[in-house]
């Protein structure tokens, strides 16, 4: 008896002593007081603020069940502060904070506030049937009810009637017609911010300091970007705005006109139908539309622009061994350069238009030609190949004067 008892704690100690397997120690540390209390909670204060802090390298995700705007503005501190505003006062910002496969997430959306929350609508019940009536004694005649022609009989009518709805009427959106149309979102948050898509429809969206990238999703949106990391922006009708960014921009979008100013990066920029001004770019830009007017200044690196209906304009320097090709159907090219430029050659050509030139190129001209007037030439040591292509409309390229150049804002560093 004694052996067994020794061999059976033996094999007691010996199971204790085995590692614990992988899954089961995740399990325990997810339900682990101590790795719960690491996601920071969200705080609300008197006047419905939203306040939690964010760790580096946390994601936050952004929406708004209205078309309200949504502005987005970084800081030098630590925490979230957000809250949702109409046109009757603050509204409700639901809000999460958990913990994510990279780390923490916090979700932060406005919406309508109601007491309590959220505001369901209360179902009524049909009113029971009425109690069946007494039996009529057999020595008493049965009542007749007397019924006057088109009367109806409105207790069954009333018995028989469906659920219905206890409550305020509820318009589009599921939200009671006594609501504000916009529910606007206003977010504070540190600048190293990872910040998830903005999806919206009709929302405006405006994003100001964020060291990080930002990509907005929109229909009918406005976007405007102020010193962000990086931009992509996809809309199918709405204007663009991007001024100060650290990396790419890359923008499309329908039918609205894009702007684009002091980027550090490279520039690609698509419209269809509007128009496009881009300005302070040191890196590559990429543009084209088919119904908009194209500007372009003060481009440090290569260029290529292309348009269909309208004119192609470009002033600044250009760098040795740069490339610049401008092409127009139906509009102007025109490229402005500064005095003392360096090297170049250039293809100046128009099936249609003239075809001039500020700078003495060593070319040969060829007016009234079959692929109409044409100029190709070199000036200096040629390095720099410019082109110059217009369809219908004039090509130039002319001398630009110290006075009429931009000048370009620096743009903060990660």
């Not at 990396?247 to 609205?256: A, C, E, I, K």
């Not at 040969?364 to 369809?391: C, E, H, M, V, W």
């Amino acid at each position: 008896m004694n052996v067994r008892r020794i061999t059976f704690l033996s094999l007691l100690l010996l199971l204790s002593q085995l590692p614990v397997p992988v899954s089961t120690r995740a399990r325990q540390q997810q339900q682990s007081p101590a790795e719960a209390q690491a996601v920071p909670s969200v705080e609300r204060d008197e006047q419905r603020r939203v306040h939690v802090r964010l760790a580096r390298g946390g994601r936050v995700a952004l929406g708004n069940r209205t078309t309200g705007r949504i502005v987005v503005t970084g800081w030098d501190k630590d925490y979230i502060e957000a809250v949702a505003t109409s046109t009757r006062g603050a509204e409700y910002v639901r809000a999460r904070s958990e913990a994510g496969p990279s780390g923490q997430w916090v979700s932060l959306t406005a919406d309508y506030f109601s007491q309590p929350w959220p505001d369901a609508p209360v179902i009524q019940a049909p009113p029971a049937p009425p109690p069946e009536p007494k039996p009529t004694p057999p020595s008493e005649p049965k009542p007749q009810p007397t019924v006057a022609p088109g009367d109806e009989d409105i207790k069954e009518r009333e018995r028989l009637r469906p659920f219905t709805l206890v409550g305020p009427k509820f318009g589009p959106l599921g939200r009671p017609d006594s609501f504000p149309d916009e529910v606007h979102l206003e977010v504070k948050l540190p600048r190293y911010a990872e910040i998830e898509l903005i999806s919206v429809n009709r929302s405006e969206v405006e994003v100001t300091g964020v060291a990080t990238a930002v990509a907005v999703s929109g229909r009918r949106s406005a976007i405007r970007l102020r010193d962000v990391g990086a931009a992509e922006v996809r809309t199918e009708k709405g204007a663009v705005e991007v001024d100060g960014a650290a990396g790419l921009v890359d923008v499309v979008t329908t039918g609205g006109p894009i702007t684009v100013r002091n980027v550090r990066g490279d520039v690609r920029a698509l419209s269809l139908t509007g128009s496009i001004e881009v300005s302070c770019v040191r890196g590559q830009v990429n543009v084209s539309n088919t119904g908009g007017p194209i500007s372009l200044a003060n481009v440090d690196g290569d260029v290529d622009a292309t348009t269909v209906e309208s004119d192609v304009i470009f002033d600044g320097l250009i760098r040795a061994e740069g490339r610049y090709h401008l092409k127009s159907m139906s509009g102007a090219v025109e490229m402005g350069v500064r005095r003392g430029p360096p090297g170049f050659t250039a293809l100046l050509s128009s099936y249609r238009g003239q075809v001039e030139s500020d700078f003495k190129l060593n070319s040969k001209q060829q007016p009234n030609s079959p692929t109409g007037n044409r100029l190709l030439g070199r000036y200096g040591d040629g390095r720099a190949q410019i082109t110059l292509d217009s369809f219908d409309g004039r090509v130039k390229l002319s001398r630009l004067q110290p006075a009429q150049q931009e000048t370009c804002r620096r743009v903060p560093r990660e």
